[in-house]
């Protein structure tokens, strides 16, 4: 509670709120201190000082002073924990959920190099390039510190469960898990979080994946190569391909089906090569439906048990996947 306390008056420095509730004042000497009218008494001439520095404020007239949340106890006759939880709410950032995402974005690639387990993770699963970790902001939750992080700046615990970034008990929502964001217009719209520990599924918060992955970067290409995961989108990206997307699975949504039909383009279907051919039969059914809307498509046939993911880490270079997309078949 201290420590909130303290972050929430850095937040919202006590002449700040003042000049919100309209306090007019004037410089007083020097240094950072200023003098007005006081709100808390009736007076005609001004005798309430405010010390910007030690963001303190004493009257001469009431002989009232302290700090901020002292200030709206006495003037909005509150108690402490009534002051403190409406200072909260007033000096909150807005409810805005891409602004909170951005930030747990952010937060999470800070925790990635602090991670031996986590960078391990993802060398284990070919990624090693770190201009590749930074251009995708994959990142890390370690679990159990995101939700202080997010509150100290204000966020009420309240928007963080609407989003699914902490549960029904308070805690984070992703544990353990490296983290890839999904980008819209710019904005982080979800979060994609893949357990480091194999038991546990890939998971994304609970509100919309969007459309398809990264799609305003080649939406205007007339090639577009598709695949099913993150992790194969990221490890095509490290051997230097740029004209990617995902669709997080083999089955399209309505949304991401229109966006690979919005032009005429070529789209390479490169989804896994299992032993029972689910993959492929996907995309078949896929190509079909595409070719029945215009679009041309080409299916690539990585080598059986692949995924583009396992085909870089086994050996595959970026030449040999060249070859694999040269040689697609309608
Ligand atoms: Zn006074």
């Not at 937040?11 to 950072?32: F, I, K, S, T």
């Not at 390039?129 to 939700?147: F, K, N, W």
């Not at 992955?213 to 598709?226: D, K």
């Not at 032009?263 to 279907?269: A, F, S």
């Amino acid at each position: 509670m201290g420590e909130d306390l303290e972050k929430l008056k850095q937040r919202l420095p006590l002449l700040d709120y003042l000049r919100q509730q309209n306090w007019v004042a004037r410089p007083a000497g020097n240094g950072r201190e200023f003098v007005g009218l006081c709100p808390l008494h009736a007076e005609i001439g001004p005798s309430f000082y405010v010390n910007a520095r030690k963001n303190l404020f004493y009257c001469h007239g009431c002989g009232q002073g302290g700090d901020l949340l002292r200030f709206v106890q006495l003037s909005r006759h509150l108690s402490f924990r009534q002051s403190l939880a409406y200072l909260e709410q007033h000096s909150a950032p807005p409810a805005d959920p891409a602004a909170v995402l951005e930030q747990a974005t952010t937060f999470y690639q800070q925790q990635l190099d602090r991670y031996p387990e986590a960078l391990c993770y993802l060398k284990q699963r070919g990624l090693h390039d770190p201009g590749t970790i930074q251009e995708l902001r994959i990142g890390y939750a370690p679990g159990g510190s995101l939700r202080r992080h997010l509150t100290a700046q204000g966020y009420s615990c309240d928007l963080l469960r609407r989003l699914g970034l902490i549960n029904s008990h308070g805690h984070d929502a992703f544990y353990r898990r490296v983290i890839f964001p999904c980008c819209q217009h710019g904005r982080v719209i979800n979060l994609y979080g893949r357990s480091i520990a194999k038991a546990f599924a890939h998971r994304f918060l609970p509100g919309s994946k969007g459309g398809l992955y990264a799609w305003e970067q080649v939406q205007q290409c007339p090639e577009v190569i598709l695949v099913e995961g993150l992790f194969d989108y990221a490890a095509l990206w490290q051997a230097g391909f740029r004209h990617l997307t995902c669709a997080f699975g083999t089955h399209l949504n309505a949304y991401q089906f229109r966006q690979l039909c919005d032009r005429p383009r070529t789209v390479y279907l490169t989804f896994d090569v299992d032993a029972n051919g689910s993959g492929q039969q996907a995309s078949q059914r896929l190509a079909q439906r595409l070719r029945a809307q215009g679009i041309s498509t080409r299916r690539v046939l990585l080598p059986e048990g692949h995924d583009p993911n396992s085909f870089l880490i086994q050996g595959g270079d970026a030449t040999q996947f060249q070859a694999l997309l040269e040689a697609a078949r309608p």
